[in-house]
């Protein structure tokens, strides 16, 4: 970690540690703790809230392009980010429907071609039955990848938009100490044509449209976890999953020099739920995954399993969020091998290993200020590629009253390839810095 990251760290969290006195609510933390003289009244429907929102942001950007300093395309600029959002929620005692839609809009003041448009909508809901729960999840958004994306197209002239669409389907069994969990998800990827710059015979750069649909892809999962409560406070559990990944492109013709590679593979893991007196929540667990590929081109991936989510509540004004995740990602990067032939191969996927940590501290009731560090590893399968990206984020939330509030902070991002010296590979390498200043309106 930088000592820059180390330095602001430490400050932060001797600020924060002022009030070990107060009592803290069972798994209550600085985000999500009501504020009567600050939260919105939203519009009552019957046995549901509506809670529109309307947050707009101004933002500078030192690196839109997400690339070196010394690339020709290299610029920074000014952008707005509107983003309004409304959530219904039910205030039934047992059970709950939730839904939403919200949008991300960016206009750029120069740089009109990186302008996008964002949307997402959703539903959830649960029933809460005697000794069993079951809720469910759907949920359809239009994206576009971050230019800083390992998969974006250095040639692009604009972001990739891609269609994700998600359902999800969990049941939790628990009539005593003895618990066991069922859960489904599936995801629908498909991703949208765009336009690159090509040179053509003559050596004269023009734009022409390229298809995007090698990256179609479908993810499923399934879980079952079950486990033994040992104490009110701490459970154990074992958890097998099983994933899939299918590209929905079959024929070799349509995919622009690689063929993608369905895939499968599962995860055996061990670990503990703790809630230690709403103090400390969360969970940890380490297990084993294995990865098969349908074509011979690729040997199977196995290996350790790491991962845990734990909130600690060190004071009752501020939280301490530790993230742990490995997961594994669709790729259309190309790279090299250890042994030809070939010597150029497709990345059959990306293995990320992700760390975090995040602090929120409560200055006043109305004030809120976050610190949040990141750094992520992701491993190129099937080629010798690694790239280690780090991020920091410092932000502050002022709420004046119910209706409205202000939000400020510096953003930082920087990627780090073993193939940035390579000639033959477009890599990104880079360090981005972001400044941001917003107003949010609501209802």
């Known amino acids: 970690m930088k000592p820059w990251v180390k330095l602001l760290t430490s400050i932060f969290v001797v600020c924060a540690s002022g009030t070990l006195a107060h009592a803290q609510e069972r798994g209550e933390t600085v985000r999500d703790r009501a504020r009567p003289d ?62 939403g839609a919200l949008a991300r809009i960016a206009r750029y003041d120069e740089s009109d071609n990186l302008d996008f448009e964002d949307y997402e909508v959703w539903v959830d809901g649960g029933l809460n ?65 765009q336009t690159v ?52 492109i079959k024929d070799p013709d349509q995919i622009r020099n690689r063929i993608l590679q369905d895939q499968d593979g599962y995860d055996l893991v061990v670990g503990s739920e703790l809630d230690l007196s709403g103090v400390t929540v969360g969970e940890f667990y380490v297990g084993y995954r294995n990865i098969d590929y349908a074509s ?23 939280t301490i969020t530790l993230g742990v995740d490995q997961r594994l990602r669709g790729s259309t990067v190309d790279g090299i091998n250890d042994s030809p032939p070939p010597p150029t191969i497709a990345s059959s996927g990306i293995q990320e290993l992700l760390f975090s940590l995040a602090a929120d501290h409560e200055l006043r009731r109305n004030i809120i200020l976050t610190l949040e560090l990141q750094s992520r590893n992701e491993d190129f399968l099937n080629i010798t590629r690694e790239d280690d990206v780090f991020s920091a984020r410092f932000g502050a939330e002022y709420s004046l009253n119910r209706r409205w509030g ?37 209802i």
């Open 38 to 99: 600050y939260d919105p009244d939203g519009i009552r429907l019957g046995a549901f809230g509506v809670f529109p929102k309307l947050g707009v942001d101004v933002v500078y950007d030192d690196n839109i392009r997400a690339v070196e300093k010394d690339s020709p395309v290299y610029r920074d600029d000014t952008f707005f980010f509107i983003k309004p959002e409304v959530k219904i929620e039910s205030d039934w005692s047992r059970h709950e429907l939730n839904a």
């Open 129 to 193: 039955m005697r000794d069993s729960k079951l809720t469910a999840k759907a949920r359809s958004s239009r994206l576009n990848e971050p230019l800083s994306s390992p998969n974006f197209r250095p040639n692009a002239l604009s972001p990739t938009r891609y269609d994700k669409n998600d359902l999800g389907l969990r049941y939790r069994f628990a009539p005593n100490r003895f618990f066991a969990q069922l859960q489904l998800d599936w995801t629908r990827l498909d991703f949208k044509p």
């Open 406 to 442: 202000i939000n400020a902070g510096y953003i930082y991002q920087e990627r780090d390839s073993n193939y940035k010296n390579s000639p033959d590979f477009n890599v990104q390498t880079f360090e981005i810095n972001r400044l941001y200043l917003g107003v949010v309106g609501k």
């Open 197 to 248: 710059i090509i040179l053509d015979e003559a050596g004269n750069p023009r734009g022409t449209e390229v298809s995007n649909d090698d990256r179609d892809r479908d993810l499923t999962q399934i879980r079952l976890r079950t486990g033994y409560k040992v104490s009110p406070g701490a459970g154990v559990f074992v958890e097998g999953r099983y994933f899939d990944i299918d590209y929905r």
């Open 296 to 318: 011979r081109r690729f040997e199977s991936q196995d290996g350790l399993l790491i991962g845990a989510s734990i909130d600690w509540n060190i004071t009752r004004l501020t």
